[in-house]
């Protein structure tokens, strides 16, 4: 019908708005690079470039039993990582719901009660090392600690302020590892808290243990709930590391590199080049934090969602969608609740290639308020869904991308194709990820290549960049990343 046409054409015009072309990817790179450099040089750049006293990845030879635990959110986690030494690893884990009232507590109360939990899951699954005559019996713990922390070394870090809902007044300002193992210590516990760590980081570490190169990996990036990533930078790169701006600590610099904990997420706060519609601005007017995070909000899983839902919400406005078929919409419902849209919907409906829709609109029905939509109304919400997770997996390759180019890493291995005999194998520059989004969302990785080679002729020294890079899934990142910093440690 007419309306329906005017409905696909309008679906399709503001689908076109998140269209995010080859030079503006390029444009992304290239002020990735700035700030990139100017997080390297400054402190207290809004993409702040975190140095975390990781100075060297696994190449999967590593060996041994370590503890890791992680508290991020709703969880405790306590797990046993084996690590055999070839790639492959064993793990045992547990984990806790957090009781609420311990989020809103003291930090006694909070880390008395995950001491707790260490001392449950180390009597059940490894018990030999309560005895006193036992060699080595003290188990190292690596400490993933999802919150933002001002980090002064491997083992040390003072939270800076609680999110998600945690609001422990007395641990701000307070040594995280300090405040945990002092409970351990109460305990009598044989076990060492030697390392906090980043989740991010924990990714880079985890699959370059498990990646199938020898090279080690370079990236570790998550697109879950946020956005985020780690690599692995030369020490002369980093100036504000070595002129000791921030009274960094004592690090081992051998190696001669350290990871960096980028905070991507608010990469380009200042809008010089990300994408900026109408449905992104009602989302950061809307947001806790406006005018923060502004790469994650256009890229990971806490966005998409209501990213869509305002393009819903738009599509909706002149009375084209839906209401030409008799059907209803729920105006008290979900599309006209903030945050109530799911990411994973949108993973739902692009993998939707059923001939007349019929997942789009159980969807549309279960978890939008819109019950018996039409086709043509599911094929319009399909369009806008096609152009908000294209643009995402688009913007997710600037930072990889930029991340090559800046470490030499892409130099190197084009050297090494140059000098390589014929027919002999170059290893490809390798990226760990993680998150439900990249895992997920159906096509990202493939949008994400075709931004990369997108890029190729627009910026110097890219040219046959997608082709180097490898993309591997980092699975359970935070336990075996964790235990392999305390194993570094
Ligand atoms: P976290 O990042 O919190 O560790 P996840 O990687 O699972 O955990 O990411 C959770 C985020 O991913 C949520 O924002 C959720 O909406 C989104 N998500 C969950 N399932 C999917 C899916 N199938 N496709 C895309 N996004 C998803």
């Known amino acids: 019908s007419d309306k329906e046409e005017a409905l696909l054409a309008k679906a399709r015009a503001i689908g076109s708005e998140f269209v995010y072309e080859p030079e503006d990817v390029a444009k992304g790179v290239r002020e990735y690079l700035n700030l990139m450099e100017a997080g390297l040089k400054h402190p207290k750049q809004a993409m702040t470039m975190i140095p975390t006293y990781v100075t060297a990845v696994p190449n999967g030879t590593e060996k041994g039993v370590y503890l890791a635990v992680d508290l991020g959110g709703t969880n405790f986690r306590v797990c046993s990582i084996h690590l055999h030494g070839d790639s492959k690893f064993t793990l045992t884990q547990a984990k806790t719901p957090i009781p609420k009232e311990l989020m809103i507590g003291t930090s006694k109360g909070l880390f008395s009660?995950?001491?707790?939990?260490?001392?449950?899951?180390?009597?059940?699954?490894?018990?030999?090392?309560?005895?006193?005559?036992?060699?080595?019996?003290?188990?190292?713990?690596?400490?993933?600690?999802?919150f933002p922390v001002e980090q002064v070394a491997l083992?040390?870090?003072?939270?800076?302020?609680?999110?998600?809902?945690?609001?422990?007044?007395?641990?701000?300002?307070?040594?995280?590892?300090?405040?945990?193992?002092?409970e351990i210590d109460a305990l009598g516990?044989?076990?060492?808290?030697?390392?906090?760590?980043?989740?991010?980081?924990?990714?880079?570490?985890?699959?370059?243990?498990?990646?199938?190169?020898?090279?080690?990996?370079?990236?570790?990036?998550?697109?879950?709930?946020?956005?985020?990533?780690?690599?692995?930078?030369?020490?002369?790169?980093?100036?504000?590391?070595?002129?000791?701006?921030?009274?960094?600590?004592?690090?081992?610099?051998?190696?001669?590199?350290?990871?960096?904990?980028?905070?991507?997420?608010?990469?380009?706060?200042?809008?010089?080049?990300?994408?900026?519609t109408p449905y992104d601005r009602a989302l950061d007017k809307n947001s806790v934090n406006p005018g923060m995070q502004m790469f994650e909000k256009r890229v990971s899983g806490m966005f998409l969602g209501?990213?869509?839902?305002?393009?819903?919400?738009?599509?909706?406005?002149?009375?084209?969608?839906?209401?030409?078929h008799g059907t209803s919409i729920d105006e008290n419902g979900p599309l006209f609740t903030p945050w109530s849209i799911d990411t994973s919907a949108l993973s739902t409906i692009q993998a939707d290639y059923t001939s007349s829709y019929t997942l789009t609109k159980q969807l549309l029905e279960r978890d939008m308020g819109v019950s018996a939509a039409s086709t043509g109304d599911a094929m319009a919400v399909k369009a806008l869904v096609y152009g908000i997770g294209k643009r995402s997996a688009r913007l997710s390759a600037i930072p990889i991308a930029a991340t090559a180019i800046a470490t030499g890493a892409y130099e190197n291995y084009k050297t090494a194709r140059f000098e390589a005999a014929e027919g002999e194998e170059v290893?490809?520059?390798?990226?760990?990820?993680?998150?439900?989004?990249?895992?997920?969302?159906?096509?990202?990785?493939r949008y994400l290549r075709e931004a990369l080679r997108d890029i190729q002729p627009l910026?110097?020294?890219?040219?046959?960049?997608?082709?180097?890079?490898?993309?591997g899934i980092a699975k359970d990142g935070s336990g075996v990343g964790a235990a392999l910093i305390a194993l570094v440690a």
């Open 155 to 182: 083992n040390k870090g003072y939270l800076i302020r609680w999110t998600k809902g945690f609001d422990i007044q007395d641990a701000i300002g307070k040594d995280v590892c300090e405040l945990l193992q002092k």
């Open 306 to 324: 209501e990213i869509l839902r305002n393009a819903i919400v738009a599509l909706m406005a002149d009375g084209l969608f839906n209401v030409a």
């Open 113 to 146: 009660f995950l001491a707790k939990q260490i001392e449950d899951f180390v009597k059940k699954h490894h018990s030999d090392h309560f005895e006193p005559e036992a060699e080595n019996s003290q188990l190292k713990l690596g400490f993933t600690f999802s």
């Open 459 to 471: 910026v110097p020294g890219a040219a046959g960049l997608e082709e180097a890079i490898r993309i």
């Open 189 to 276: 516990l044989p076990v060492r808290v030697v390392a906090l760590v980043n989740d991010t980081v924990g990714t880079l570490m985890a699959r370059s243990y498990t990646s199938p190169g020898k090279a080690g990996t370079l990236l570790g990036a998550i697109f879950g709930t946020g956005t985020n990533g780690a690599y692995v930078e030369k020490l002369s790169r980093i100036p504000k590391l070595s002129n000791n701006t921030e009274n960094y600590g004592e690090y081992d610099s051998s190696s001669g590199v350290m990871v960096i904990n980028t905070e991507w997420g608010a990469f380009d706060n200042a809008m010089k080049v990300l994408p900026d």
């Open 427 to 445: 290893e490809k520059i390798d990226i760990g990820v993680d998150g439900s989004v990249v895992e997920y969302y159906p096509g990202f990785e």
